[in-house]
């Protein structure tokens, strides 16, 4: 036993000391009319390093941009003394909010007496419940608490009980627009619940008047100097839509040849899908650097989100947190390190539409249907807690090099390593042999240009193998040009493992 003593153990990473490298770089686009106050028609994009950094800009969830649905209570008979009228208020989720039970007093003989002391009731209780109410001539204006958007536009939410001959006119709920603010806040937290030390921009930019041309992607890997590596856009806006993504990986394509390679993730709208199964398979696309995100949380602040909104939220932040926390080798789907749920946000599981996954209609052979279709979303695992995502699908045939998200988070960065490294060589002088051929001291040089960005990757485990060729045979005097050949051998992904089992008399 070792002598008594008092031992110190230093922590690390307590400092949030940031990463090595940009592989967890990466970008949110947002659509929206009104702008946040950190963000101007002329500063659209920001770049934040917490929720905090989002917060200061004016990304709250404080529900502070929506506008609050209204109704009303025309007293019309002020009854006799003793009656009663308690108002509540259907909320999400099945909460019944109670706003009090007003009672008739003798001194008051008048609908407007009578309304301005049902709105005494309703406002002595504002702290508690959130909503507020005004009187005039007899109306009680009641006001909804924030954070309920157009939840209270519809159906019959305000349910009034009277005891005795008072009577009135009852006016649902109209006029309430959600919080945009609300939804940006809930991405970009999501992010950081993921990836506590990303770098994520975020851009904000007009709806478009017509078509989306998601030229918003050069805009704000531009604003990145090139440096982001994967970028989640939310169209909420409109449907979700296959031309969308086609469009996307045009764009992307575009800025692959400008030597600013990034994949994208796309969520959009899927409110007005009733049955998530007519979904089109995607494996007819070739847009293999764009990931479709039809996962949503289907029991908490996601959830809540799309009740409020009507439109659909998914788990992009989420999901952009992942990648960004990710080897750019690993698939987001590995189960020992890619538990989406805290055991609050995304613990009940959804799809885009709402659909809950306790739905009857939510089957295994349809999960099985929408994996085949290329789609992400979020599954469980008997026996093992948490929530995960399916695979790192993109909207491209499963046949593909460049099927899923790793593949091509690996080929860019390879991609990256070895222009940089060649840059220096490019217009330099080539050693020739008499022959014309390239010289031995010529294949060295850019083979040792090449080469050390692929070792440092071979290091990390991003890939298992490569090999540089250079064919000396190559007549750079006529063309100009110099092929050098790269082959990559992937890290591979336990995708299915199958496990053969069964009795037998005797171990062989």
């Known amino acids: 036993m070792a002598l008594p003593n008092i031992t110190f153990v230093k922590g690390s990473s307590g400092l949030g000391r940031p990463l090595a490298g940009q592989d967890h770089f990466s970008g949110l686009i947002f659509y929206a009319g009104t702008l946040p106050s950190g963000f101007t028609t002329s500063n659209r994009i920001n770049k934040f390093l917490s929720v905090s950094d989002a917060e200061s800009a004016g990304i709250k969830s404080d529900y502070s941009d929506e506008t609050k649905a209204i109704g009303s209570y025309l007293v019309t008979a002020v009854g006799s003394n003793g009656d009663t009228i308690n108002i509540k208020v259907n909320e ?26 049902i709105a005494a009731i309703i406002n002595s209780g504002t702290s508690v419940h959130g909503y507020s109410a005004t009187a005039a001539t007899g109306t009680v204006t009641i006001t909804a608490r924030p954070g309920l958007g157009i939840f209270l536009n519809s159906g019959t939410p305000i349910v009034v009980t009277i005891v005795g001959t008072i009577a009135g006119t009852l006016t649902q709920f109209t006029g309430g627009v ?73 764009v992307l394509l575009t800025l692959e040849a400008l030597k600013k390679p990034l994949i994208a993730i796309y969520g959009a709208d899927l409110s007005g899908t ?34 409020v909104t009507g439109k659909s939220i998914t788990t992009l932040g989420a999901q952009l947190g992942a990648i960004a926390f990710a080897k750019v080798n690993e698939s987001i789907a590995w189960v020992q390190k890619f538990n989406i749920s805290n055991g609050i946000e995304c613990e009940t599981l959804a799809f885009s539409n709402g659909k809950l996954f306790s739905d009857a209609s939510i089957t295994d052979n349809l999960l099985d249907l929408l994996d085949q279709y290329r789609y992400v979303f979020l599954r469980k695992f008997v026996g093992q807690a948490g929530s995960y995502f399916n695979s790192f699908n993109m909207a491209a045939s499963v046949s593909s090099d460049y099927a899923y998200g790793e593949d091509n988070r690996t080929i860019q960065k390879a991609i990256r ?18 022959d014309g051929t390239l010289s031995n001291n010529t ?34 005097l006529t063309t100009g040009k110099i092929i050098i050949s790269v082959q990559i051998v992937q890290e ?7 496990v053969p089992i069964g009795y037998t008399t005797s171990l062989s």
């Not at 099945?94 to 706003?99: A, K």
């Not at 390593?417 to 008499?434: D, K, R, T, V, W």
């Open 274 to 307: 009733t049955d998530i199964s007519t979904l089109t398979d995607l494996n007819i696309l070739n847009n293999y650097e764009v990931s479709p995100c039809i996962a949503q949380d289907g029991g908490a602040l996601g959830n809540y989100l799309y009740q």
């Open 492 to 498: 591979g992904v336990a995708r299915q493992i199958q």
């Open 417 to 434: 390593g070895i222009y940089s490294s060649l840059l220096p060589a490019l217009s330099g002088p080539l050693q020739l042999n008499a």
């Open 92 to 117: 999400p989720g099945g909460n019944v909010i109670d706003l009090g039970t007003y009672t008739k007093a003798a001194g008051q003989t008048t609908a407007t007496a009578v309304g301005a002391a």
């Open 443 to 476: 294949v060295a040089y850019l083979e040792s240009l090449a080469t050390p960005n692929l070792d440092q990757m071979v290091r990390d485990t991003e890939i298992s193998a490569y090999g540089v060729q250079i064919d000396t045979a190559q007549n750079v």
């Open 178 to 250: 959600a919080s945009r603010n609300a939804i940006y806040h809930y991405h970009i937290s999501e992010y950081f619940r993921l990836q506590p030390k990303g770098v994520l921009w975020v851009g904000i930019f007009a709806i478009p008047g017509g078509s989306y041309d998601f030229q918003e992607i050069n805009t704000i890997q531009n604003f990145a100097t090139g440096t982001i590596r994967q970028v989640g856009i939310y169209k909420d806006s409109a449907a979700f839509s296959t031309a969308d993504m086609t469009t996307i990986q045009n």
